[in-house]
């Protein structure tokens, strides 16, 4: 006891003195000392959550379906411990357990909602013992520093099966890599999925990472495409195909960056603690949220399976969700000297795509920064840039500034795809002062970033008073 109690008191010194010395938010730091001092202070602290708690791994969208659960709980009055500010590793899931326990040690707290890095999982489950995981994706992300998709979905199917008696997985049935994890497991997983094809693509992008069958090898059909390789599909030779999904999202609207509307069903659903089962449980639920793109379909369904596996009612989860505030760096609204900026993350091929589809066929956005930086927490490789569909921008783009420590090869990747952009700025304060010089009073741009590039914008923008410090939103 005099360990973890030592191990959270140092904890918690390094967070505070990191935000007072304004070197970071003591987001992971505080994780690594604590962990030195004890390094079971994770496990231990875990057990002192009253419920339990969930935990969400995918390679896009993490942040904001951590987000979506814990404002539903927060809003059915639990006390909720949660890694908000993204740091995803193990670190900073522990780092974030220790800002909530008190001086004696203990963590009085009722939920954990932690996401966690997909490499980290298999750490993740075994030291928190969550009661539910959820897998969003497998998309093709920071191959520097994790190798190719099989590699990471090996991790994920290796940690849900050491999921402790009583854990649920809920896995996304559209994207074919998370499927094949989950046919294999010791317990049947809950699967989620999108049944809209109005919303769908008929073709496959081009730099789609999954388009075979993992049974036999043989190209996958894809009936209809969602966001990236997620879809609806079948092996030709009839090995593999998408699961039936047990909830369900039909009837989507989409409204730019503004709103999405769906219809919920739901053919199957667990208890939290997988002692009942019950067919066709719940009516259809209406959800409407203040989130864009059809990707944020996917968050806010899972969010809404999660809700109800651990206990919340349907119709509370439709209620609250209206009144949903974005995660920092995601669709994140700012005013700057009279624009309307759009801060949005985009990290990979997947992401930028649908990051683009929505600002400039759904939005009808025309002003853009578009931001690239290749520090560790973005990746180093950024050859991935000649993966996304920038053609898009073509003919619709008026202001486009390419920024980032990187923005230069954007330059080059614009110049290709035939779109006029302004010379390429490195410097995040004078980028931003480029797009409002370019951009017209009254008008929104869209900011889209990778991870460490959206860091550097905002901490410009709180610089100027125009935005809080990430550990403050």
């Not at 950024?382 to 053609?391: C, G, K, L, Q, R």
Request: hydrophobic share 40%.
């Amino acid at each position: 006891m005099m360990r973890r109690t030592a191990a959270v008191l140092a904890g918690k010194a390094t967070g505070m003195l990191s935000r007072l010395s304004r070197r970071g938010g003591g987001t992971t730091l505080p994780g690594d000392v604590a962990r030195a001092i004890d390094p079971d202070v994770l496990r231990k602290l875990a057990r002192d959550l009253k419920f339990g708690s969930v935990v969400i791994t995918g390679t896009n969208g993490k942040t904001t379906t951590a987000r979506l659960i814990s404002w539903l709980l927060e809003g059915a009055g639990h006390r909720v411990v949660s890694n908000r500010a993204g740091a995803n590793l193990i670190f900073g899931a522990t780092a974030a357990a220790l800002e909530s326990a008190g001086a004696d040690g203990r963590l009085r707290a009722d939920w954990g909602v932690f996401e966690i890095d997909e490499a980290s999982l298999p750490k993740a489950v075994d030291e928190i013992q969550p009661k539910a995981v959820i897998v969003l994706n497998l998309f093709r992300d920071q191959l520097d520093r994790y190798g190719e998709l099989e590699s990471i979905a090996k991790r994920i199917e290796s940690a849900l099966e050491r999921l402790p008696a009583g854990s649920r997985a809920l896995l996304n049935a559209d994207d074919p890599r998370v499927a094949e994890i989950g046919l294999d497991l010791p317990a049947p997983p809950l699967w989620l999925g999108i049944e809209d094809t109005s919303v769908a693509e008929r073709d496959l992008p081009h730099a789609a990472d999954a388009r075979t069958c993992p049974r036999c090898g043989a190209s996958l059909i894809f009936d209809a495409v969602y966001v990236g390789h997620d879809g609806v599909y079948r092996c030709p030779n009839k090995d593999f195909t998408r699961p039936a999904a047990d909830i369900t999202a039909t009837n989507i609207q989409l409204d730019g960056f503004d709103n999405i509307a769906m219809t919920v069903g739901m053919r199957r659903a667990y208890s939290a603690d997988r002692a009942t089962e019950t067919q066709a449980v719940k009516p259809d639920q209406r959800l409407e949220l203040p989130l864009g793109g059809l990707y944020n379909c996917y968050n806010a369904l899972a969010a809404y399976a999660a809700g109800v596996t651990i206990g919340l009612e349907p119709q509370y989860i439709a209620e609250r969700l209206k009144n949903f505030r974005a995660a920092f760096g995601r669709q994140e609204r700012m005013e700057f000297r009279g624009r309307h900026l759009n801060l949005v993350l985009s990290k990979n091929p997947a992401g930028f795509n649908e990051t683009l589809r929505t600002a400039v066929d759904l939005a009808k956005g025309n002003s853009f920064l578009i931001a690239l930086n290749d520090r560790k927490a973005d990746g180093t490789d950024v050859s991935w840039i000649w993966d996304v569909d920038f053609e898009r921008l073509k003919g619709k783009a008026t202001v486009l500034v390419p920024a980032g420590s990187r923005a230069h090869d954007l330059a080059v990747r614009f110049k290709y795809a035939g779109i006029d952009a302004a010379p390429p700025e490195p410097d995040p304060g004078r980028a931003l002062d480029a797009l409002v010089k370019a951009t017209p009073e009254g008008e929104t741009a869209h900011l889209l970033t990778t991870y460490t590039a959206m860091l550097d914008l905002r901490a410009e923008l709180v610089r100027r008073g125009w935005a809080k410090p990430y550990w403050e939103t």
